[in-house]
C-alpha cells in the first residue's frame, strides 16, 4: 500500500508536555501533526484537523482518555486511535480494545515503534476507506442500473398511452423544484425527485383499453386503474434503496376527506410527499391532453385544484404548493420567450 502523503492529519492528546512534543517531532517529517492537552480542546479542533489518526493519553486530569474513546466509538467513527499509557493495566487493555483502540504503545517509547504505528494504523485507514469508495460505487453502479431500466418501463408506459408521454419526467422535475423551495434537505428533495419519477410505474401492470380509454372509466376499469397505485408499490418494495419513495408511489392518489385510495387515508396520515404529489400529478394532468379532456391553460389548472382543498387537497401545504407552481411556471414563460427571441 502506498505510503499516504504528508496531508495525513495526526492529532495529538497528552496532557504530558514532553510526550506531545516527542511525538510531534518523531512524525513531522511525514505528517501533519496537531497537538492538544486536553480532550475539551481535542473536540473543538476535531472538524478543524480532521485527523485521520489519533494518539490518546489514557489517564488526563480533566478527563479520562477511555471516555473519549467511547464517545467516538458511539459515533461510528473510524479513524483509527492509539492509546498511549505509562502504566498498562490488563483491565484498561481490555477497555482500550473492547472501545475500538486500533494499539496500545506504553511510555517510554521508541521513535520506530511510533512510526511504525502510525504506518500500520493509517495503511488500515486508507483500505478502510478504499472498502468505502468501492461500496459507494457498487451501489452507484446499481442504482444507474436500476434507472436504466426505470426509464425503459417508463417508456413502454408511454409507449402504450401517448397522451401521458413525458408525464412522469416533468411531475418529477416540478416535484423538486417544489420541495427545494419548501425548503426540505438534499435526500427529502431527492426522495421527491425519484418516488416522483416512478410514481405511476404500476400502470404497467393496467390493461391498454383501460389506460387509453377516450371517456370517462366504469366503474369496474376504474377499479382496475386504481390497481396501478399497489401494483406500482409491489415493484419498488424489494428495492433497497427506493424504501422511502415507496409511501410516494402508493398514496399519491389518496384523498385529504380519506375517499382517495388504495388505502383510504385521511389527512395527516397521509405521507406528507404523498401530498405534494397529489397536487403536481393533478396540476400536470389538468395542464396536458388527455384521452377524457382537452388541456387546461396554467390559471385554470390552479383554480380546479384550489376548488378541491380540504376534499382532495391538503390545506395550506396546496396552497403554498401553488404559489410555487405559480413561480416556476412563469420562469418557464420567461424561459420560452428568451429562447423564441434567440431563435428569431
Ligand atoms: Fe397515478
Not at 65 to 81: C, E, H, W, Y
Not at 145 to 167: M, P, R, V
Request: proline share 4%; aromatic share 8%.
Amino acid at each position: 500500500m502506498e505510503q499516504l502523503t504528508k496531508s495525513a492529519n495526526i492529532l495529538v492528546i497528552d496532557d504530558d508536555l514532553g510526550v506531545r512534543e516527542s511525538l510531534r517531532i518523531i512524525l513531522r517529517d511525514k505528517y501533519a501533526v496537531s497537538i492538544t492537552s486536553n480532550i475539551d480542546e481535542a473536540l473543538v479542533s476535531m472538524d478543524s484537523i480532521k485527523p485521520e489518526m489519533i494518539f490518546l493519553d489514557i489517564k488526563m486530569p480533566k478527563s479520562n482518555g477511555l471516555d473519549f474513546l467511547k464517545q467516538m466509538r458511539s459515533a461510528n467513527s473510524t479513524i483509527p486511535v492509539i492509546m498511549i499509557t505509562a502504566h498498562p493495566s490488563i483491565e484498561n487493555t481490555i477497555t482500550s480494545l473492547r472501545n475500538g483502540a486500533f494499539d496500545f504503545i506504553v511510555k517510554p517509547f521508541q521513535p520506530e515503534e511510533i512510526l511504525q504505528v502510525a504506518e500500520k494504523a493509517l495503511h488500515y485507514s486508507n483500505e478502510l476507506w478504499e472498502r468505502d469508495m468501492l461500496v459507494n460505487n457498487l451501489r452507484k453502479a446499481a442504482q444507474q442500473h436500476f434507472f436504466s431500466t426505470t426509464e425503459a418501463l417508463l417508456q413502454a408506459i408511454d409507449a402504450k398511452d401517448a397522451y401521458t408521454a413525458g408525464h412522469s419526467k416533468r411531475v418529477s422535475e416540478l416535484s423538486a423544484f417544489v420541495a427545494k423551495e419548501l425548503d426540505r434537505n438534499e435526500s427529502e428533495i431527492e426522495v421527491l425527485r425519484y418516488g416522483a419519477y416512478l410514481h405511476d410505474i404500476g400502470k404497467i401492470g393496467v390493461g391498454d383499453l383501460v389506460l387509453t380509454k377516450p371517456s370517462y372509466l366504469t366503474q369496474e376499469e376504474f377499479y382496475l386503474m386504481k390497481r396501478h397505485s399497489e401494483i406500482g408499490y409491489k415493484i419498488i418494495a424489494p428495492i433497497k434503496f427506493m424504501e422511502k419513495c415507496l409511501p410516494i408511489v402508493r398514496h399519491h392518489h389518496e384523498w385529504y376527506n380519506g375517499k382517495g385510495y388504495p388505502d383510504g387515508l385521511q389527512g395527516s396520515d397521509i405521507p406528507f410527499e404523498a401530498s405534494i404529489l397529489s397536487i403536481i400529478d393533478a396540476y400536470d394532468a389538468l395542464t396536458t391532453d388527455r384521452h377524457y379532456h382537452k388541456k387546461y391553460p396554467h390559471q385554470k389548472a390552479c383554480e380546479i385544484i384550489t376548488q378541491g382543498i380540504h376534499t382532495q387537497f391538503t390545506p395550506t401545504l396546496t396552497e403554498k404548493v401553488l404559489a410555487i407552481i405559480q413561480r416556476y411556471h412563469e420562469a418557464g414563460k420567461q424561459r420560452e420567450q428568451r429562447e423564441e427571441s434567440l431563435a428569431h
